[in-house]
């Protein structure tokens, strides 16, 4: 099955992407993450897409969630970044999931509609994702180490890389025969 996972420029954050991409301030306008979403829903058979906590983004998703079918769920950030000016954190994510399937309930984890999990450092952009963030996404869409995996804002390739990771899981290692 062909699974998508979208990072994008969070809602009036596009100026922290300026220097990396060209069409980094389009994300400042709602109706280019409405559009994300029609995609996400009209390529893939399930999809995780991460979001900022303000206002106004929950305000722009809450309606398409409604529309698509996507569940609310909820990254953690144990520890976060503290910016000067701003008296509370933003210390959680949310994160809208779209099943690709039933998800299995398995020894492997428990499954919870939250995470907790810090946030990365020193990845090369800011909001790079946690490899265990990532695995739980992964489950709570109920993949399967044979989907294809399309990461729609590569960025720092940490999405990607934690695909191997979680893939990997499921191998076995190389079978290799030893003298007797």
């Known amino acids: 099955m062909k699974l998508g996972y979208a990072?994008?420029?969070y809602l009036g954050c596009g100026?922290?992407?300026a220097a990396h991409h060209p069409a980094a301030?389009?994300?400042d306008d709602p109706e280019t993450h409405v559009r994300l979403v029609e995609r996400l829903q009209d390529e893939f058979g399930g999809w995780v897409l991460h979001s900022s906590a303000t206002p106004e983004a929950i305000a722009l998703y809450a309606p398409l969630a409604v529309k698509m079918g996507a569940?609310?769920?909820s990254w953690?950030?144990?520890f976060a970044a503290f910016k000067r000016n701003v008296p509370v954190a933003y210390a959680w994510e949310p994160v809208l999931v779209k099943e690709a399937r039933k998800p299995v309930v398995s020894k492997r984890l428990?499954?919870?509609d939250w995470i907790q999990c810090s946030v990365t450092l020193k990845k090369g952009l800011t909001g790079a994702k946690p490899e265990a963030v990532c695995h739980?996404?992964?489950e709570l869409m109920a993949?399967?180490?044979d989907d294809d995996l399309a990461d729609l804002f590569p960025g720092t390739g940490a999405v990607s890389k934690a695909w191997k990771t979680w893939q990997g899981k499921f191998t076995l290692p190389p079978f290799e025969l030893t003298a007797a």
């Open 136 to 138: 739980w996404a992964f």
């Open 7 to 9: 990072d994008p420029p």
């Open 15 to 17: 100026k922290l992407y």
């Open 71 to 73: 569940r609310w769920c």
């Open 25 to 27: 301030l389009d994300w």
């Open 110 to 112: 428990v499954m919870r």
């Open 76 to 78: 953690v950030k144990g």
């Open 143 to 145: 993949a399967r180490p």
